[in-house]
């Protein structure tokens, strides 16, 4: 139980293109989810807190604009890299909550924008 | 804010020998998470601790919450070289965020 999938697991897009990533959390409904940014040898670096039928929360420094999410249901949160720049390129995570408040990861996503 | 001093940072053992590393804190934690993760991979959950003084294992994994709340370790034994990887604590601390906290990590290197 408690998988996460995240789709896609790569993508490479063109400078001023935008690209979504979905998160899913496949046996268990999640009202919260979590999109985490991490760049080599380092640790996670959480992006913005994604609720179930409301407007997500971005931490400082995170774009709303720019890194779009949407959580229509209680099993998807959806990220959005709107007008992707080479420095958007990183590994994004996602997480889902379970009933013991424990996070779920999705296994990431790869972007590269060249 | 809170934080995670994980260490530490990197070890390099021998299969079979056991490892033992652990995050502190100055302030109180609610809830201690020790999470893996492979090259190119998301994090995954080895084993959650939700109370002062609980000691828990998974297979040759045992972590424990600190009776003051303000550590954790996680110890493994008879390691493998499946083992390798980067291991991450993190937790819920008293200020209810509701946002995990995560240690630096440890990276460690199995020679077999």
């Known amino acids: 139980g408690a998988v996460v999938s995240q789709h896609p697991s790569w993508v490479i897009c063109k400078s001023g293109t935008s690209v979504k990533i979905e998160c899913r959390s496949l046996?268990?409904?999640?009202?919260?989810m979590f999109w985490y940014r991490q760049f080599p040898k380092q640790s996670l670096m959480l992006m913005a807190t994604?609720?179930?039928?409301?407007?997500?929360?971005?931490e400082q420094g995170v774009e709303k604009d720019k890194f779009l999410i949407n959580h229509a249901s209680l099993t998807l949160s959806t990220l959005t890299v709107t007008s992707a720049h080479p420095e958007d390129s990183s590994f994004y995570i996602c997480?889902?909550?379970?009933?013991?408040?424990?996070?779920?990861f999705g296994p990431g996503t790869r972007l590269t924008v060249t | 804010g809170q934080q995670l001093n994980q260490s530490p940072q990197s070890m390099f053992i021998q299969e079979g020998e056991d490892v033992s590393m652990n995050c502190t804190s100055s302030?109180?934690?609610?809830?201690w998470l020790w999470y893996k993760q492979d090259p190119g991979e998301g994090p995954v959950l080895l084993i959650a601790?939700?109370?002062?003084?609980e000691l828990t294992s998974n297979g040759r994994l045992t972590a424990q919450f600190g009776i003051t709340r303000k550590d954790s370790f996680l110890n493994i034994s008879a390691s493998i070289p499946s083992d390798v990887g980067i291991y991450f604590c993190?937790?819920?601390?008293?200020?209810?965020?509701?946002?995990?906290?995560f240690g630096q990590g440890t990276t460690l290197q199995v020679k077999p």
């Open positions: 997480s889902a909550v379970g009933q013991a408040y424990e996070q779920y």
């Open positions: 046996d268990f409904q999640a009202t919260t």
């Open positions: 994604s609720n179930e039928g409301s407007k997500a929360t971005y």
């Open positions: 302030s109180i934690f609610n809830t």
């Open positions: 601790l939700y109370k002062a003084g």
């Open positions: 993190a937790g819920y601390g008293s200020s209810n965020t509701g946002k995990l906290i």
